[in-house]
C-alpha cells in the first residue's frame, strides 16, 4: 500500500503474510496530502513450520490493512476539523481588522494578543464548534497511536516523520486556545481520550523533535498519563463523518478490546496471529 502525505512524498506498506489489496490515502494541499491510485500489496506468505506441535506467530495482513484504512479516516476528518478551526479563527481576526488601531505595530500586536484565548469564548458558547474541536484533538491522538502501532511496517517516509507534521497542526492548533495571561491552553489539555498506551508514549519520546516534545509536556496528564494507569477508562471507539462505520472485530485485539481478559498486550507481537496447536 502507498500512503501520500504531504504532495510528492510516498509511504510504502512493508509486505505482510498473506495477499491482499489495500486502498489508498487520499490527501488534498497544504498540510496535507494527495491522492494516488490504488495499487496491489503483494504480502509474502509467512513458510510454516513442518513440525506439528510448533507454535507459529505469522503477521495478519487483514489485521495490518484494516488499521491502514482507519488510519485513512481519521486522516480526513483531522483534516477537515482544522479547516473549521482556521475558518473560525479567520472569522475572528476578520471581526478584529474592523476595529481601527492608529499605530501600525500597535495594530499588529494588538491584533495578536487579542487573538489569544478568542477561542476558548468560541468552545464555552458554540457547542456545535466545541463538538469540531474535541474530534479534533481525539482523533489527532488516536492517529499517534495508529502510526506508532504501523510503525514498523512504513517507510518513505517513515511513521516517526508523520508523527511530527501531526504535531505541526497540534501546534498550531493549541495556540489558538492559549490564553495571553497564562500562555496555557486549558481547552486540549482537557482531551483525556483516548488516553495513550505505553508503546504509543515509548515511540513518541524516542521520535518528537524537542519542540514537540516540549509541546507534548506541556498538555499535561490528558497526553502524558499512560492508558495502563486508567484500566477503567472506557474504549475509545472514533466515529467519522464520512459515515465509516468501525466493527471492533475486524481488527487486531489491542486495538479496541486491550481490557478483555486474555488479550495479548505485548507490543512486539502486534498483528501477529498464533498458528498451530494451542
Not at 24 to 50: C, F
Not at 124 to 153: G, M, P, T, Y
Not at 228 to 254: A, H, M, N, W
Request: aromatic share 10%; charged share 30%.
Amino acid at each position: 500500500m502507498t500512503y501520500v502525505y504531504p504532495s510528492d512524498r510516498t509511504i510504502d506498506i512493508k509486505p505482510s503474510a498473506r495477499s491482499t489489496t489495500v486502498q489508498e490515502i487520499k490527501r488534498n494541499n497544504s498540510s496535507d496530502y494527495h491522492s494516488q491510485s490504488s495499487e496491489e500489496v503483494t504480502l509474502t506468505a509467512t513458510e510454516q513450520p513442518e513440525e506439528p506441535d510448533i507454535v507459529a506467530r505469522v503477521i495478519n495482513g487483514d489485521w495490518l490493512n484494516a488499521e491502514n484504512i482507519l488510519l485513512n479516516h481519521c486522516f480526513d476528518d483531522v483534516e477537515e476539523n482544522m479547516e473549521r478551526i482556521r475558518e473560525k479563527v479567520h472569522k475572528i481576526a476578520s471581526g478584529l481588522e474592523n476595529h481601527p488601531v492608529e499605530d501600525q505595530t500597535q495594530k499588529e500586536s494588538s491584533k495578536k494578543d487579542s487573538m489569544l484565548g478568542q477561542l476558548v469564548e468560541q468552545t464555552n458558547k458554540d457547542e456545535e464548534f466545541r463538538q469540531v474541536a474535541e474530534d479534533f484533538f481525539q482523533k489527532l491522538k488516536f492517529s499517534l497511536i495508529l502510526l506508532s502501532r504501523l510503525s514498523d511496517h512504513v517507510n518513505e517516509p517513515q511513521a516517526a516523520v508523520l508523527v511530527n507534521q501531526l504535531f505541526v497542526l497540534l501546534s498550531e492548533s493549541v495556540g489558538y486556545w492559549r490564553k495571553s495571561n497564562t500562555m496555557f491552553a486549558d481547552f486540549p489539555r482537557k482531551i483525556r481520550q483516548p488516553l495513550f498506551p505505553r508503546y504509543t508514549i515509548a515511540f513518541l519520546e524516542l521520535n518528537l523533535i524537542g519542540v514537540h516534545e516540549k509541546l507534548l509536556r506541556e498538555l499535561g496528564p490528558a497526553w502524558n498519563d499512560s492508558r495502563e494507569e486508567s484500566p477503567s477508562l472506557p474504549v475509545y471507539v472514533p466515529i467519522f463523518k464520512d459515515g465509516f462505520q468501525v466493527i471492533r472485530e475486524q481488527y487486531e485485539p489491542t486495538l479496541f478490546d486491550y481490557d478483555k481478559p486474555g488479550v495479548d498486550s505485548i507490543s512486539e507481537v502486534k498483528f501477529r496471529q498464533i498458528f498451530g496447536p494451542i
